[in-house]
């Protein structure tokens, strides 16, 4: 998996909980980006990162916070869980340019809400 | 937006035969397209990246990219049972700088 790890890989949670994501990189990338993965839906965009304390939103990103205080670390944070925000969520890094635009994804962390 | 489109699944195909995979992309100014392969249960792979016209082979893959049409395709030759797949088109660049767009994924069976 390219130097990238997810934790949890498996969570049940409850509605109106918060939940946070961990994705950590030894790779050095500049790019980090959280998805999401519904059936039917492909692969969504949640939010991505580039460069430390740089953050934009992506497609789906209504209800999910992220923040990256280290160039190794991509928090996704759910303030409060959801049926819907029930999925598999994938994070990726890469360099972003041209090029130099390859992801690699992380193992995934199945979550659901209760 | 832009809009990354997969020929609709699930496909089928005889093992030895070649599988095709077909992608079409809506931003004529994406200059990245990727195909992944992904595995039930699993996270996405790269099998290829091709940048420019033409055709792009790495063994028995080979990814096909006509700019001018905003078509990108990936055949599999000899096509084994473990090819079974989900396959994912993505497209980068443009407008998107930073980002790739996924297209929903084409099932590939290979029966023996």
């Known amino acids: 998996d390219a130097g990238i790890t997810q934790s949890p890989r498996h969570k049940v949670t409850e509605t109106g909980t918060p939940v946070t994501l961990r994705c950590h990189q030894t790779e050095n990338h500049r790019y980090m980006y959280w998805y999401r993965q519904d059936p039917g839906h492909g692969l969504r965009l949640i939010h991505y990162s580039y460069g430390v304390k740089d953050t934009d939103k992506g497609e789906v990103s209504d209800g999910y916070s992220v923040s990256r205080s280290k160039t190794e670390d991509f928090l996704l944070t759910l303030e409060s869980a959801t049926s819907s925000q029930t999925s598999v969520y994938f994070c990726?890094?890469?360099?972003?340019?041209?090029?130099?635009?390859?992801?690699?994804f992380g193992p995934g962390t199945r979550l659901t809400v209760l | 937006q832009k809009e990354v489109e997969q020929n609709s699944g699930p496909l089928s195909v005889p093992e030895g035969a070649i599988a095709s995979l077909n992608c079409t992309y809506s931003d004529r100014g994406s200059q990245s397209f990727f195909w992944y392969r992904q595995y039930s249960g699993k996270s996405p792979e790269l099998i290829m990246s091709i940048y420019s016209n033409g055709d792009k082979e790495d063994g028995r893959f080979t990814a096909q990219l006509n700019k001018a049409s905003q078509y990108v395709s990936l055949l599999i030759r000899d096509s084994q049972p473990s090819d079974s797949a989900t396959y994912l088109c993505?497209?980068?660049?443009?407008?998107?700088?930073?980002?790739?767009?996924f297209g929903q994924g084409t099932i590939l069976t290979v029966h023996p």
């Open positions: 993505a497209v980068g660049g443009g407008t998107s700088y930073g980002k790739l767009t």
């Open positions: 990726a890094i890469g360099g972003g340019g041209y090029g130099t635009d390859t992801q690699y």
